[in-house]
């Protein structure tokens, strides 16, 4: 049986945590709540990047996304970051559901599951 490593540990939780080739990252937020949907959506990309960076995997290895937004009302706005970024082909599943978030400045959270390969 594979060993569980985790990233970025701290006590309420950790950025990911990787098992038998899967990475599984927890819900990304905005570094600068103050942005508008797509600058929040494009700041957590980014940081889903350079975790699965850390994770030695790339986006095009999504096996599933879920995001969360404040208000459907921006949904056209966050697939607009999202469809930027997105990897041509490699389109994962995915869920968006509204949700109201830990913060309410936040628009946008991402959570992201990707193999390892």
């Not at 490593?5 to 819900?27: C, H, P, Q, T, W």
């Not at 103050?34 to 980014?46: H, I, K, N, P, R």
Request: net charge negative; glycine share 4%; hydrophobic share 45%.
């Amino acid at each position: 049986m594979s060993s569980i490593k985790r990233f970025n540990v701290e006590k309420r939780l950790s950025d990911m945590a990787i098992y038998n080739g899967v990475a599984y990252l927890a819900g990304q937020v905005p570094d600068d709540a103050s942005l508008d949907m797509v600058g929040q959506t494009e700041q957590v990309l980014a940081t889903i990047d350079r975790l699965l960076a850390e994770a030695g995997t790339d986006k095009t290895k999504i096996l599933l996304a879920q995001i969360y937004v404040a208000n459907m009302k921006e949904f056209d706005a966050m697939n607009k970051a999202w469809d930027a970024w997105v990897a041509p082909g490699n389109s994962p599943p995915r869920a968006t559901v509204e949700a109201r978030l830990a913060n309410p400045d936040y628009k946008v959270e991402i959570v992201v599951t990707a193999a390892i390969a």
